[in-house]
């Protein structure tokens, strides 16, 4: 296929028409033409201009367009849509050349491949790209002025110029279109009773809601008895372990139209459907009725879906902030990638454009230096070193240790305190704090950083502590190690007595913060009392009516792993064990227990218990995929940097330093430990870090 040159000054992409096969013919065929997005007809223009509109996103520029023209006859005001719920009529049409829509879809494999027609001449393309033009082609929606975009026949795929620059635009294009067709593939394993379930559960208020989740307990059929295995293979389906679609839904929003075949949901029910299923009571009903299929939910991507997609989306309409760092790489570990450096280049459409602006879109970059180049971006346009919270020597690219290797699959999601918790407790809706503002450990002192050479990061700070003593490591996700505790027999409790030490235990356990990250307080000492296994809590859970708490079977693992791998620590004369009770006060509320459960959940992800020989106890990075050796060790260095709000293990390494990982020191995340330094017992130095 031949492309000519895009003009960049014109603002030009290449879009294709859907055509009518000549007789005889069974291709696909289309034509590819050359449009440019500043060619906007007057009152379009008019519209981007006028008072409630200027200022806003693209996105929400679109929806209000949109929403302003007489409605279509026939659109439901269920929310789900017909198949031509997509399209504009002309009389909407932004351009003088018409309008158009984005597809979003999984390429598929590259050995698998079918023929189509592109300008009269025979192309190759992926089978699952003949798939979906096929189907689209049959109401020849795409047929006169409003069109498609496609990025492997609209980007020339083998002019590497054009493909960066192209690629960098994608913002542009899926936000600015009319619509971001979806293609989850073909109908198949009951997606059908999946999007018909999905539409129900949408319709449906509060109340409802509470009285569908006592009808599926007392009749688990009720709804179909193939609907919830259907939406368990819609949503395992390849489509959702792409990272590219993250960007795509995200900037299409409330225009997305996800499609199953000939069926088509639009993105708001869809997300309300999927609502449903977070909500506390038929989140555990969910797994119960894919037990009775000899199934088991895979949830990945309904995390991804409803915590991630669903409110970026709304940010992104209403024009909300732009992603952190640490949000960015929890995404990019949720997805798949043919290439490393998708990781980054997928998500680009989400980053600051400034940040962006530093970086280049260049396939030819290297992964470490594209890596490295990134956290020196973030470092640089925030004039902050939070990114050091990310780094390790752990990365299997040769990524350096203060930089996030993004490919590093050690990384665990919901694992902050900024993250809303697991159980009755979540809160999704409201934009989460950033990671700066939850700890002050350098009590407000600005950073001091150079790059002296390339790949290495120079900044100050001042050690303050080691580390002494090691509960068991993580292994994967599922249990821990009790054989690689590393006791400190010589440890003393700084925080004084039994009692003083209980507490700090709690504070560490929950590092120090609770939903919405606030402070945590004495009713928090709640888990202390938490049994350590779920067979000795459900009676009495039962016995105190506490549905949440008593449905947790299935989830309480966590808590019953970590505590018997860490049990025997030795803290001073005590085991760490000793300062728990199987025993639920009489005046305990269930709330706190809940509170206190869930957010146990997230702090023993990528962590791993840890006191100091300073007789401090806190939290070390811990790394559950790598060797024995592969780990935090005694000895480590537990440092400030200025600029990062939390303490930083460290390590000397030649005649540099590693970053080991963030880490939590009860007593010390606000500042406190500035009080060495005006002593004069600590000294502040410039770390090189490699």
Request: net charge negative; glycine share 8%; aromatic share 12%.
């Amino acid at each position: 296929m031949v492309y000519s040159a895009l003009g960049r000054d014109k603002d030009e992409i290449r879009l294709i028409t859907l055509q009518k096969p000549p007789n005889g013919s069974m291709l696909v065929h289309c034509s590819l033409e050359t449009v440019s997005l500043q060619d906007v007809r007057d009152d379009y223009a008019a519209h981007l201009v006028s008072p409630d509109v200027a200022g806003k996103t693209r996105r929400k520029a679109v929806s209000l367009w949109a929403g302003r023209r007489i409605r279509r006859p026939g659109r439901s005001a269920t929310g789900v849509n017909s198949v031509d719920s997509h399209v504009p009529s002309p009389r909407d049409y932004r351009f003088h050349w018409g309008d158009y829509a984005a597809l979003s879809y999984v390429w598929g494999s590259e050995i698998s491949r079918r023929n189509i027609v592109v300008n009269g001449r025979e192309t190759s393309v992926t089978e699952n790209l003949e798939i979906v033009l096929r189907v689209l082609s049959r109401r020849y929606h795409f047929g006169g002025h409003y069109k498609l975009w496609v990025d492997a026949l609209c980007i020339n795929q083998r002019d590497e110029d054009e493909k960066a620059f192209q690629i960098s635009k994608m913002r542009e294009i899926y936000s600015g279109a009319w619509a971001v067709i979806a293609w989850l593939g073909d109908e198949y394993d009951d997606s059908d009773k999946a999007l018909d379930l999905l539409q129900q559960f949408a319709k449906m208020n509060e109340e409802r809601q509470k009285e569908l989740a006592g009808q599926i307990a007392r009749r688990p059929d009720s709804l179909g008895k193939r609907s919830f295995f259907g939406l368990n293979e819609l949503m395992k389906r390849q489509y959702w372990s792409r990272l590219w679609i993250v960007q795509e839904l995200v900037l299409g929003g409330s225009a997305s139209v996800l499609r199953c075949g000939d069926r088509a949901l639009d993105w708001s029910t869809f997300c309300a459907g999927i609502d449903v299923l977070f909500r506390a009571d038929m989140w555990i009903i969910k797994d119960r009725l894919l037990q009775s299929e000899d199934s088991v939910w895979d949830t990945l991507s309904l995390h991804l879906v409803h915590k991630d997609i669903r409110v970026l989306s709304q940010y992104e309409e209403e024009g909300g902030g732009r992603l952190g760092f640490r949000r960015l790489l929890d995404i990019a570990c949720s997805s798949d990638c043919w290439d490393a450096r998708d990781k980054v280049f997928a998500l680009f459409g989400m980053i600051d454009p400034s940040i962006v602006k530093k970086l280049a879109h260049d396939y030819s970059m290297n992964i470490v230096h594209l890596f490295a180049a990134v956290s020196q971006a973030f470092i640089t346009h925030f004039n902050n070193l939070e990114p050091l919270r990310e780094g390790n020597p752990w990365s299997q690219t040769g990524t350096p240790s203060w930089a996030a290797d993004w490919n590093w699959d050690g990384r665990l999601r919901y694992s902050r305190p900024e993250t809303p918790i697991w159980g009755t407790w979540q809160k999704i809706d409201g934009p989460e704090p950033s990671q700066e503002q939850v700890y002050h450990a350098t009590d407000g002192r600005p950073a001091r950083f150079g790059f002296p050479e390339d790949g290495l990061l120079a900044c100050d700070g001042f050690v303050f502590d080691s580390i002494a003593g090691l509960g068991a490591r993580g292994w994967e996700y599922f249990r821990w190690e009790k054989s690689t505790m590393v006791q400190c027999p010589i440890w003393q409790s700084a925080y004084g007595g039994k009692d003083e030490t209980a507490t700090a235990i709690y504070q560490t356990l929950l590092l120090g913060r609770v939903s919405g990250c606030e402070m945590a307080g004495k009713r928090h000492s709640a888990i202390l009392n938490l049994p350590c296994t779920f067979n000795r809590a459900l009676p009495q859970f039962e016995s105190r009516g506490w549905t949440w708490m008593a449905s947790q079977e299935q989830y309480y693992f966590r808590w019953e792993e970590w505590r018997q791998a860490n049990d025997t620590l030795q803290l001073g004369h005590r085991m760490l064990g000793e300062y728990f009770s199987d025993v639920i006060p009489n005046d305990a509320e269930e709330r706190d227990f809940d509170e206190v459960y869930g957010v146990f959940d997230r702090t023993c992800k990528e962590r791993r218990l840890m006191l100091t020989a300073g007789g401090y106890i806190g939290w070390a990075p811990d790394n559950i995929y790598g060797t024995d050796e592969d780990q935090t060790r005694p000895g480590d260095l537990i440092c400030i940097i200025f600029g990062c709000s939390t303490p930083l293990v460290i390590r000397p390494f030649d005649n540099y330093f590693q970053v080991v990982g963030e880490a939590y020191v009860q007593g010390f995340m606000d500042g406190e430990a500035m009080k060495f330094v005006d002593s004069g017992d600590c000294q502040i130095k410039t770390f090189t870090f490699c």
